[in-house]
Each structure stands twice: as structure tokens, then as C-alpha cells.
């Protein structure tokens, strides 16, 4: 199944996202990250909080969702926006009809510069907590409408 994690700026929050995914869907998942408004580059110590759960992503980059909306993109089955912002834009056309939900997790790179290290670490934990409930539904057998209620509902976990 393919999954696609949308922010802003396809720098920090979506690219945790996609290899956290990747690492933990033992091959039932495949994710991709995007931005609205892609900053052209990933957010260094995003690449290093993977790093440190020893989570590679040589392929990782600051991309556009227009990427995923055309023709020859890959049919996702599922879109998650995990910041405020991107959820509150008006998304391209999918193809495939995805599941869409918002699981709204804070900035880490917002946060003072002496801080950002914590709040990377605090932010990887959320996104790797609705990750891992993600990853143990049961989307074979959920019919589509179960399926999106119980996606979305992971993101009101509380914590963002």
C-alpha cells in the first residue's frame, strides 16, 4: 500500500514520517514524503534523528505534492498530512481516491536552536507512535469507510 506524508516544507515532520514508515511496514507499506511548499531541502537534523534509529533515506529530498497528482505517479492508498498547515490547504487531486486523515504533530525545527535536538526526538516518538498503531490495522480486512475512521482517529492521540 502506498502511503503519502504531506507538510509544508517536505523538510523535517513528512520525511521522519516516510522512512519511520518504510522501516516499520515490513514491506506492506511503501511511504513518500511531500510539501505544498517544499524548502528544496531536508532539514539536517531530521536526517540525523533517523539516523540515530538506524533508519537510512539516501533518496530523501524536499519535494512538491504536484509530483503525486499526476498521471504517472503512484497510486496512493492512503494521504497524511502531519502539520497544521498542509491540512488546512487545498490538496491536489489524488489518483486513486486515498484515505485521508491529519495527524497534526508540532514544528521540531520551530523550537529555539539549543532545543531542537529534544524536540526532533520528541516529535520522531509521536510520529513513530502513530506509526506503529498504523501499521497494526488490520487493512486487508477493514472495509474503507472502518479503515479511514481508525486512520484518522490515530491522529487524535493527543500529542502534537
Known amino acids: 500500500m502506498n502511503v503519502l506524508f504531506l507538510c509544508t516544507g517536505n523538510s523535517a515532520r513528512s520525511i521522519m514520517a516516510e522512512g519511520l514508515l518504510n ?3 515490513n514491506g506492506l507499506f511503501h511511504a513518500f514524503s511531500a510539501g505544498s511548499h517544499p524548502v528544496g531541502q531536508v532539514n539536517p537534523l531530521a536526517l540525523e534523528r533517523l539516523g540515530l ?7 530523501a529530498r524536499s519535494k512538491s505534492w504536484d509530483e503525486f497528482a499526476k498521471p504517472d505517479a503512484p497510486v496512493l492508498d492512503f494521504v497524511i498530512t502531519v502539520c497544521d498547515n498542509a491540512a488546512n490547504e487545498i490538496c491536489p487531486v489524488w489518483p486513486g481516491q486515498p484515505i485521508t486523515a491529519h495527524w497534526g504533530v508540532f514544528d521540531p525545527a520551530a ?6 535536538h529534544i524536540a526532533f526526538a520528541k516529535a520522531f516518538a509521536i510520529l ?6 498504523f501499521t497494526s490495522l ?3 480486512s477493514l472495509k474503507r469507510m472502518a ?5 484518522r482517529a490515530i491522529g487524535n492521540t493527543g500529542e502534537s
Open 53 to 59: 534509529e538506524g533508519i537510512t533515506l539516501a533518496d
Open 111 to 116: 523550537v529555539g536552536e539549543n532545543e531542537q
Open 128 to 133: 513513530e507512535r502513530r506509526i506503529t498503531l
Open 23 to 25: 522501516k516499520l511496514g
Open 138 to 140: 488490520p487493512v486487508s
Open 147 to 151: 479503515l479511514e475512521r481508525q486512520v
